[in-house]
């Protein structure tokens, strides 16, 4: 699609994370132009990355083919913690010493235009229900599996962003209070300690102890052991691989269901690395669902695999850009 | 207050039981007149139910000293199961027989007024928010402790009512996946199964096996033994009893910290008949989500009990008919 067949106003969002930063504009319909991807060079510290987030807006509007001036609003997707009503990043993890950066200020004068803060998971839960598999629906929780647990819920249109910009936490609801797995942040029990790429490699590990001929036993010793190659390893028929896929499938269906029963969504979706499983892990977190789950939400809630990759991060940031400047007006 | 010094206009609500109906006239700032409560002989079946909700509204509307000219719409809170939307009653368990009921039709045809129909604890939620505990915040969760669980959630002012009108059915969020206690539903390791009234009791019986001298020995041989005193026993000091308050408190915390790493909310309600176990327990609940949830929402978000008892089902429902009447621009 040419720039020409595009439907104006356009936004442009970037996804900025830990490691890179991934850039595109976005028309108003949702259809992204190709999108670029830059280093964030996170450990330099915020001022580097400032430019650098600048850099990605610039070679991002440039393939467009559009002029800046064409360009309504930006939309910057960010790992927390942070305060995105007042547009600060606090502490975040991936990106040590962005310590109380009002990144929103300095971003928006940076590109002199009118810019938001969205929390990354948030963001790329507004993209899928913008323009990817939550399109047409009216709420979606998504769950985004990869080393933690990203999630973001959309009810009628609007993000849950929290009071203290905590909405949507859900890699650290408590599944598993007694005797429950230590999670990344520390806590006890959390859907994260269960079901992320971390914890499934985590869990393989534990139990070679006691499946010592298992075929992940080698790919262990090679250092191969990855949430791809467990899956791997469960597609060709190694018990203990097949095993732990399905408590994953279970582990994350326990998650979906308590979200069910809390927004009662049109849709849940899944997306990150771990989709690239495919069909059959998807087909058994449904099965699960399906015990666990009430009778209705059970039968209607659509559970399907996210759509947009690795672009639903950027793709949400113009749309909550867009979102308000709709709000404003603009 | 008399009439003359309510804000009009007028909503009649109605909070619909498996035993009594409650109903009142509330003015437009959420002050309600003196409520009323009659039977529901909910085992008669919806017609003589029908017929019960209707005087109960008259009474209501009597005992407010207005006519009825001046109740601009209804709001009839009920228990689930149901489909909000079409204001149909699905196969309520407190209300046998009552299936595939068009309440609001019904009930609006019977008072010639616009009516709609929300979920009991949904409105008293609604009712929390609006004029009772959660007055001036932006969100809310509330946990309603008796039987069951129930819960409701107030986000930007809107009630989260899910898809499928299974919004905010927190007493059925999975708080202990593997060797959970059986839920009242059949399913497992719902906070519903641990920290209900009901709950507490079967705890407090299975302890006793192994606790025979504990004072809530010679409650059970007296068929005595309820959560009431359950709570007295541990303010006299009966260690067994003392535990069981504290383990209800950790649970109830599990459940608000995952609703508050979900919602984020302004404020977490608990209402219902265990709130007369008074600000011991508050507080309790209160440490228990200090260590549990993460230090923002940790400190900031407020934990309290709801201030409006039984009459936050018809408050809430008339404020749920309120807002549809203001919407509507009636």
Not at 304 to 327: N, P, S
């Amino acid at each position: 699609m040419s720039a020409e067949e595009r439907q104006p106003p356009f936004y442009l969002g970037i996804d900025l994370g830990g490691t890179n930063i991934k850039s595109g504009v976005v028309d108003d319909l949702g259809r992204a132009f190709e999108g670029i991807s830059i280093e964030t060079e996170a450990e330099r510290g915020p001022e580097v990355g400032l430019r650098n987030l600048v850099e990605a807006g610039n070679r991002a509007v440039k393939a467009s083919g559009l002029d800046w001036s064409r360009i309504t609003a930006v939309g910057l997707g960010s790992p927390g913690t942070m305060d995105i009503q007042e547009g600060l990043l606090l502490n975040p993890p991936n990106l040590p010493g962005w310590v109380n950066f009002p990144i929103r200020l300095r971003l928006g004068e940076a590109l002199s235009k009118p810019t938001i803060l969205q929390n990354d998971a948030n963001a790329a839960a507004y993209g899928e229900y913008w323009s990817g598999a939550g399109r047409g629906t009216n709420s979606l929780v998504m769950f985004t599996l990869g080393t933690g647990i990203g999630c973001g819920i959309i009810d009628h249109g609007k993000v849950i962003e929290g009071r203290h910009s905590h909405g949507a936490e859900c890699g650290h609801i408590i599944i598993q209070m007694e005797g429950g797995r230590k999670c990344s942040c520390g806590r006890f029990g959390h859907l994260e300690a269960y079901a992320s790429a971390t914890a499934l490699v985590k869990r393989a590990i534990e139990a070679l102890a006691e499946n010592p001929k298992s075929a992940l036993a080698e790919l262990h010793n090679h250092d191969e052991l990855t949430s791809r190659t467990i899956h791997d390893a469960a597609e060709a028929g190694d018990p203990l691989a097949s095993r732990l896929m399905s408590d994953t499938a279970r582990y994350l269906a326990v998650g979906a269901v308590s979200l069910m029963h809390t927004i009662d969504p049109d849709i849940v979706l899944f997306g990150g690395g771990m989709i690239a499983a495919g069909p059959k892990l998807l087909d058994t977190i449904r099965g699960e669902i399906k015990k666990l789950a009430f009778p209705v939400p059970a039968e209607k809630t659509r559970i399907e695999y996210a759509q947009l990759g690795g672009d639903a991060g950027f793709i949400g940031a113009a749309g909550c850009a867009r979102l308000k400047a709709t709000a404003e007006g603009h």
